[in-house]
């Protein structure tokens, strides 16, 4: 079966510095792999997804990059932290961009 | 795509009745999916329910089931016999590269 894993769980990280985070599947080949963030009490933002490996489509301009080093691996990254960045972030893959999507169990970014 | 509106922040219902959540969708495309996702106090997305829109058929899983009307672009989620455990926010969901709506937060009263 498959299975998504995200970490860390939980990050606190000064405005301005940089930050990592890390996303891996196991269980499938060739997923698509997407990035989301959610404010507080809000619904689901789609930040990156990608269809292979070094093949990443940005959805919305911003402060955070995304980049896909091997087939089940998705990293979001950003040089320099803002307050703005702050969020829950969601991993999430799926066999195809129609079908439906499985999510990992989050990462909640606090900048401070 | 498209856009996907929830128009219901918030909704109770007490405990073993029937709720039905709201959600209409626009979109170009002839052949799509269109889901329901749950997100309990965990924050964990869990996938509720899954609809074809070349299918006829209202989907169906448990006591979740789903009125879709292709015309309308409407498709509600209705939850039966409700449960203290699907106390969560539901999000409306589809089209190319998935498309949320905000959410619904929905309240069970024991």
């Known amino acids: 079966s498959q299975t998504i894993h995200q970490w860390p769980a939980t990050l606190v990280q000064p405005v301005g510095s940089p930050l990592s985070l890390e996303c891996t599947v196991e269980?499938?080949?060739?997923?698509?792999l997407y990035w989301y963030r959610q404010a507080a009490g809000r619904g689901l933002q789609l930040l990156f997804y990608s269809v292979g490996i070094g093949q990443i489509s940005s959805e919305v301009p911003q402060n955070l990059s995304a980049s896909r080093p091997q087939d089940r691996q998705f990293i979001l990254s950003s040089k320099k932290l803002l307050l703005s960045d702050s969020g829950f972030y969601l991993c999430?893959?799926?066999?195809?961009?129609?079908?439906?999507?499985?999510f990992g169990p989050g990462t909640r970014l606090t900048v401070t | 795509a498209q856009t996907v509106t929830q128009s219901q922040p918030e909704m109770s219902v007490q405990e073993a009745e029937t709720v039905t959540l709201s959600c209409t969708y626009d979109t170009s495309e002839s052949d799509y999916y269109l889901f329901w996702y749950k997100q309990p106090p965990s924050r964990q997305m869990i996938l509720v329910i899954r609809q074809e829109a070349y299918k006829q058929q209202n989907a169906t899983e448990n006591r979740f089931s789903v009125n879709f009307q292709k015309a309308a672009k409407s498709f509600s989620l209705k939850i039966s016999d409700s449960q203290l455990g699907d106390a969560a926010m539901y999000f409306c969901a589809g089209d190319d590269k998935i498309i949320f709506g905000k959410g619904t937060r929905l309240h069970i009263l024991p």
């Open positions: 269980g499938t080949s060739n997923p698509n």
């Open positions: 999430a893959w799926s066999v195809s961009l129609l079908y439906e999507q499985y």
